[in-house]
């Protein structure tokens, strides 16, 4: 039986008061009455219920349907250990606790999840430890949890001017040689590989295995885009980064520090589709591109090389339209030629036959002007050769000599004494012989 205690009685430690019996503080206990009298004060220290909030470590589900992990929390540089304290959560609280969470579809209870938690702190004789029966949970705690880190993050990002440095990559024209990051064998994959290939365009898609969910999953994830990104030049158009549905708390890689830094500072444009319609991640905001699915995110890159066929027909049709055009006005154009030439040569050949009528009209008249002046001159000419011809002269008198060689005599400086001449008179021909030869000397 116990009663009060006094002053000198009581052992105060952190608000727990431990009552000794009467008589008994010197004296040697049991450990099974010892462990009563703990019992005891702590269920005088906490006669309800404590709401407790911290990270859960080592959960571990037994197969008897109850769960159990301890509940830490950090120490000043964030590091989980500062303090802990078992917690049971027994199969009977535990459909409560799934119906609450299954209502919200907003957490999952794993390891590294923030969680405040209610229940009773009991202390459990058997292991002689004090524990946390756990009867209830606050989602929007664990919620709030994580809006708080994603925003703290967005602005650490964005005061280095890294949120969009993602965005600011030029998106590829043709994106067709993809760079998938995701949980090899995944829904995630199936989802995006059947929906590009289906499509029958020639989609290259290289797999990038890494875990999307854990305590490892941050870092296998920044890794893979780090591995795409460093690879050789033309090798991917852009990386997709995608993962399926789940609880908020089963996301929580895809608001990591290292997976956000991995994107933002990938060299090649990211596109992100990951978890539901209402899921939204750093890696949303910090990614060139995001779509709500995976599904979602193979039809963002299907559309952009839709755009690009679109792009191109339309600039063969507008290039075939205005060929034609041109060809058009060319026909026309020719047929106008040629009429104008046929007309012009009409024209030109009736303008040269008349002008050739007018020619030859001048060179005819021409030539009977020239012909009518050459008859005259001719006249002219004969009348002289006829004045001129020896015939005439000889009848009024003159006489022709020639020597025996037919050599014309002019002067008698021509013949020597002996010589042969003929004479040619009006009337015939006298042969004479030269016996003397006179010269007249005209000299002044």
Known sequence: MLRPASAAEQKVSRGIVIVVP????????????????????????????????????GLNRSARGHVYFDLVETD?????????????LFANAKQRVNAILRRTNSIRMHDGVEIKIRGAVTFYERQGRVQLIMSLIDPSFTLGQIEQARAQLLGALAAEGLLRANGELP?????????LVTSSGSAAEADVVHQLTST???????????????????GDIAAAIADAGAAEPGAFDLVAVVRGGGAR???????????????????????????????????????????????ACADLIIDSVARFEHRVTTA?????????????????????HRTNVARAANETLTAKASHLDLVEGR?????????ERAESVLERHEVRVRALDPAVALTRGWSITHRADGELVRTPNDL???DTVVTTLAGGRVTSTVTDLTTENRDA
């Open 316 to 336: 063969s049709n507008r290039i075939a339209t205005a060929a034609m055009h041109h060809l058009a006005r060319a026909d026309l154009q020719l047929a106008s």
């Open 363 to 371: 060179i005819t008249n021409a030539a009977s002007l020239a012909l």
């Open 416 to 418: 020597t004494t002996g």
């Open 76 to 88: 000043e540089l964030g590091q989980p250990g500062a303090a802990s304290i078992p917690v049971a």
């Open 171 to 179: 998106w590829p024209v043709l994106p067709l040689r993809i760079a």
């Open 249 to 295: 708390t089963d996301l929580v890689a895809f608001d990591h520090e290292k997976v956000a830094r991995a994107i933002a500072t990938c060299p090649l444009p990211v596109v992100v589709g990951v978890g539901h319609e209402t899921d939204h991640s750093v890696a949303d905001d910090v990614a060139h591109s995001f779509a709500k699915t995976p599904t």
């Open 200 to 218: 029958g365009r020639p989609f290259e898609i290289t797999v990038f295995d890494c875990r999307v969910q854990g305590d490892d999953a941050p």
């Open 22 to 57: 009467d008589g008994q503080i010197d004296s040697q206990l049991g450990v099974r009455q010892l462990c009563a009298m703990v019992d005891d004060a702590i269920s005088a220290a906490f006669p309800n219920e404590v709401w407790v909030q911290g990270s859960i470590s």
